[in-house]
């Protein structure tokens, strides 16, 4: 009698506690796996991604280039007027080669190169009398911040320091002069995933007012 009710009482116990005691394992084991993955998860996007970048760029005269350019045209145009010759200026572009790499999420430390050109030609009644090519050429240390940092899209702002040459030739004479090349960036926003991306920037100082460009990471 005693075995039979022994028998009994093991199997009330089989089919009630036994089912919640694998339930609470099974859900253990769940959250193990969880949060064995979760660092790797959360990582994922900063530490495994590549932290070098390159990009190239093409933009507007740049807000030195404009007010230089400015003061030039206008004492040129004065000088011709008296004279009665003909000026004709043409902006030939502003280019950049930017290299960043990413400390974290948010800086990024790099340089930049930025070549701009500008193209004048003075003429009168018999022809083209003179010539000017004025270019800028400016190498700058950079630092770059990011303030939205998204999967797709990143907005940031920067501060760049560095040394700009300005060259002016012409037929007859050649100028060259290097003085201090600052810019500070505005806004840029960069937009892709962390093989390839697109750029465009709004600048004061010696890069493009506004520009954009493309870029890979590495």
């Keep these: 009698m005693k075995a039979k009710v022994i028998a009994i009482a093991l199997a009330i116990f089989s089919m009630t506690v036994m089912p919640f005691v694998a339930s609470g394992q099974e859900q253990d084991s769940i959250t193990s796996k969880i949060y064995m993955q979760e660092p790797e998860t959360s990582t994922y996007s900063f530490d495994m991604a590549p932290r070098n970048e390159i990009s190239i760029s093409a933009g507007t005269i740049s807000g030195f280039g404009a007010f230089f350019d400015f003061f030039k045209v206008i004492f040129e145009g004065i000088g011709n007027g008296i004279s009665k010759k003909n000026t004709d200026t043409k902006f030939i572009g502003t280019y950049g080669i930017d290299y960043y790499y990413q400390v974290n999420p948010w800086f990024r430390p790099g340089a930049k190169f930025v070549y701009e050109g500008l193209k004048t030609t003075v003429s009168d009644s018999t022809g083209i009398v003179n010539q000017y090519n004025t ?84």
């Design 135 to 218: 270019s800028t050429i400016s190498l700058m240390a950079s630092v770059q911040f990011t303030y939205l940092n998204k999967k797709y899209v990143k907005l940031y702002s920067g501060i760049d320091l560095g040394v700009t040459n300005i060259s002016d030739n012409n037929k007859n004479s050649s100028v060259s002069s290097t003085i201090l090349g600052a810019n500070i960036t505005l806004i840029g926003i960069r937009v892709g995933n962390d093989y390839i991306f697109g750029v465009v920037e709004t600048n004061i100082g010696m890069d493009a007012l506004i520009k954009a460009g493309f870029g890979v990471r590495f």
